[in-house]
């Protein structure tokens, strides 16, 4: 992870999620799989060469990489963990919306265009800037959404009628893009009580946020299910004093109280 420490325009975002499924998986040869990457987006080229426009062209990258690549959700099997693992998604050409974007980003550079990603609510999405417009591209279905689908992918995802904003399909970093991959699998790793993965993906979020407030609390619970009761309590009351308007505190404060007990308990 150490380019993370790169300023925010030099992070190299394929590559980078390709070391997060190399620290976890250490076979996954990263040089590879640029590799790979790389000539995904050279057999695309040619293809969108021929576009008679930028809109044109969007539409013709989709088609091959959706079409004729396969590239597609895995709507089968979307809790797997594989699905946020880079070199597992150009391998089987399944993935969850975050990692198909990612795919679709550097695509997208490599055939001209100037996109970015949309930290959508529940399902990341991908903006791109054709012929003066910014059309909103789902890679996980494969099609560029209008603002009615849109809002009717908001509706999916949250379960009941939600208003959507402009706020809602702004643009995020490569840092947040990252952190949301890395969010995604630490989320899997606590459903599933591995907490020492979980505690190694939220160490690699600090790296890339900083002393987040709400990740100090997250590493310092996952410290907690560990049975370490000094990291534990240093997160969690770094935490609070961060944030001291936690809408729950009192749990918080009950789970310190017990910890800080355990604490003298080994000294």
Same mark, same amino acid.
């Given at each position: $992870? /150490? ?12 590559? $980078? ?33 021929? *576009? !008679? ?5 969007? =539409? ?14 895995? !709507?089968?099997? +979307? ?12 391998? !089987? ?10 795919? +679709?980003?550097?695509? *997208? ?24 417009? =910014? ?20 509706? /999916? ?7 959507? !904003?402009?706020? $809602? ?22 459903? &599933?009580?591995?907490? =020492? ?25 996952? +410290?907690?299910?560990?049975?370490? *009761? ?12 961060? *944030? ?19 604490? &003298?308990?080994v000294h």
């Amino acid at each position: $992870m /150490q380019l993370a420490a790169l300023p925010p325009s030099d992070i190299p975002l394929a590559e $980078m999620a390709l070391w997060i499924a190399a620290e976890s998986r250490p076979q996954v040869d990263v040089g590879y799989w640029l590799g790979e990457l790389a000539a995904l987006g050279e057999r695309i080229r040619p293809h969108c060469a021929a *576009a !008679t426009s930028d809109v044109h062209r969007v =539409e013709i990258l989709n088609r091959v990489l959706f079409q004729t690549e396969g590239f597609a959700g895995n !709507t089968e099997n +979307y809790s797997d963990p594989l699905n946020s693992f880079l070199d597992a998604v150009l391998k !089987t050409r399944k993935g969850i919306p975050i990692t198909l974007a990612i795919i +679709y980003l550097d695509v *997208a550079r490599n055939v001209g265009l100037l996109s970015s990603g949309v930290g959508f609510p529940g399902h990341f999405l991908v903006k791109v800037y054709a012929d003066c417009r =910014e059309l909103i591209v789902d890679p996980f279905f494969g099609k560029i959404l209008s603002p009615d689908e849109c809002g009717n992918r908001l509706k /999916q995802v949250a379960g009941r009628p939600v208003d959507l !904003t402009a706020k $809602m399909l702004e643009t995020v970093s490569t840092r947040e893009i990252l952190q949301r991959v890395l969010r995604n699998l630490k989320l899997l790793h606590v459903s &599933r009580k591995e907490y =020492e993965e979980a505690l190694a993906c939220s160490e690699r979020i600090l790296l890339l946020s900083g002393d987040d407030p709400v990740e100090l609390r997250d590493r310092g619970l996952i +410290y907690r299910e560990l049975g370490c *009761a000094g990291p534990a309590l240093a997160d969690l009351e770094r935490y609070l004093a961060h *944030a001291p308007n936690d809408p729950q505190p009192l749990p918080l404060n009950e789970i310190i109280r017990d910890l800080r007990v355990r604490a &003298r308990r080994v000294h």
